[in-house]
């Protein structure tokens, strides 16, 4: 890995093309697919003028970019966040396509985003933002095109708003254009719990390879919203014992395991997991080193780099955020014999349930919960075996091995395609 500053090190971009050039070279991939395969397809900046709610006009600057449709439609969140970046949203779209190639599902890669700080603005704003923000990008969207999913600071109300706009353009409904929806307007049962249950069914699958009990397993999680929340109440439930979990403005620790639905009703009451009676307020960045079996970061990227990746103290790594992890502190971890479920893998329960949504919306025909679960299960234990047999096979760590999987699926699609000119 060559020398890199802080700046390159924590650059998505730069982390997402270092994976690829990884993966191509012990693929052998030819040069010119290997530049097909690291240039987005198309990448669209919209500056949307919002007036806000003080009678001030105020223009807002969004992405959003299609890094590969080789498989199927773009699929993708959007995040709303001050400190989105074009490169950011470049490589949350590329990490898209690897990982519904990993997973298998047929779409490709996309991601979306908005600079904006939605802690600062009212719901009429933000319903604002995102309508105008929607009808500046609707030429590039649709059900047969690019399909967004919510992501950080977004949800199922905004993907309402989302679906809305673009039906009242289309004159009809359009229940597939979006997934991540409400219930009542074509949303999929089990999609809100579907990206912290598919952690849960990864790291089980990891405990059965090491034999390892549920009930002696500690676990330290990172962050407390759809996905860090789900996966603590899930696997709470399940067993597991969550040890600590980390906040941004805070972190909580109990040894013998938090409960997480006390410390859910306090964050809701005070906004905070501050001052929780049920556990002992630690400082957060030191959390991260708490000994356990299972960290999983499931807030943001670049927080497990050269500078700390050394001092993790767990055995697995599931990581339920979307690059936690910089390709140098892979390094650390593999030498620290650290047994990675990659994001790629990891996370990639919430799009497999984005993908039955869409089918679902598609065929006007909607599964009950335990269908839902039981395909997600299949489709996630599956894939997290053959990412750990070809690691196993080709003597690779398994996030090589889950981006070997991807691109060269993502290339036979494209070989078989073949280049249109
Ligand atoms: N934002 C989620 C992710 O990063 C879900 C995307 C989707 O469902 O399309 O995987």
């Not at 955020?321 to 479920?341: M, Q, R, S, Y």
């Not at 269908?371 to 070809?390: G, H, K, P, W």
């Amino acid at each position: 890995m060559p020398i890199l500053s802080h700046e390159q090190e924590t650059n998505p971009w730069v982390s997402a093309e270092a994976r690829i050039d990884n993966a191509a070279a012990r693929l052998g991939l030819d040069e010119g697919i290997q530049k097909v395969l690291k240039s987005p397809t198309r990448e669209v900046t919209v500056n949307i003028p919002v007036p806000l709610d003080d009678g001030r006009l105020e223009v807002f600057t969004g992405y959003r970019v299609q890094h590969s449709m080789v498989r199927g439609p773009g699929k993708g969140g959007i995040r709303f966040a001050p400190d989105v970046t074009l490169d950011e949203v470049r490589a949350l779209a590329s990490w898209m396509t690897w990982k519904c190639a990993v997973v298998n599902i047929p779409f490709g890669g996309a991601k979306g985003g908005v600079i904006c700080d939605p802690a600062m603005l009212s719901d009429c704003e933000l319903e604002r933002i995102t309508r105008r923000y929607t009808a500046q990008i609707m030429d590039v969207i649709g059900p047969e095109v690019d399909v967004p999913a919510p992501d950080m600071n977004t949800n199922e109300r905004t993907m309402g708003w989302i679906m809305d706009t673009y039906a009242m353009h289309q004159r009809h409904a359009t229940t597939a254009v979006v997934t991540g929806k409400p219930m009542e307007l074509g949303g999929s049962r089990g999609r809100r719990e579907a990206t912290g249950r598919g952690c849960m069914m990864v790291t089980l699958q990891a405990l059965k390879k090491f034999g390892m009990a549920v009930e002696d397993t500690r676990v330290v999680i990172q962050g407390f919203g759809n996905v860090g929340g789900m996966a603590a109440k899930l696997m709470a439930a399940r067993g597991f014992r969550i040890i600590g979990l980390i906040e941004y403005d805070g972190a909580v620790y109990n040894p013998h395991g938090l409960d997480i639905g006390a410390l859910a009703e306090h964050r809701r009451e005070t906004g905070s997991i501050n001052e929780f009676q049920g556990g002992e307020a630690i400082d957060k960045h030191e959390a991260m080193f708490l000994e356990c079996d299972v960290l999983l970061p499931a807030a943001t990227e670049n927080v497990i780099t050269s500078t700390n990746a050394g001092r993790l103290r767990c055995r697995i790594l599931c990581e339920g955020a979307n690059g936690p992890t910089t390709p140098i502190a892979d390094e650390i971890l593999a030498d620290k014999k650290v047994f990675v479920i990659p994001d790629i893998l990891a996370n990639a329960g919430g799009v497999t349930v984005s993908y039955f949504e869409w089918v679902q919306d598609r065929q006007g025909f909607f599964w009950n919960e335990e269908l839902v679960n039981s395909r997600l299960e299949e489709i996630m234990l599956e894939s997290f075996d053959s990412v750990t047999a070809f690691a196993e096979k080709h003597k690779v760590d398994n996030r090589t091995a889950a981006y070997m999987l991807a691109l060269d699926r993502v290339t036979n699609a494209i070989k078989l395609r073949g280049i249109y000119a």
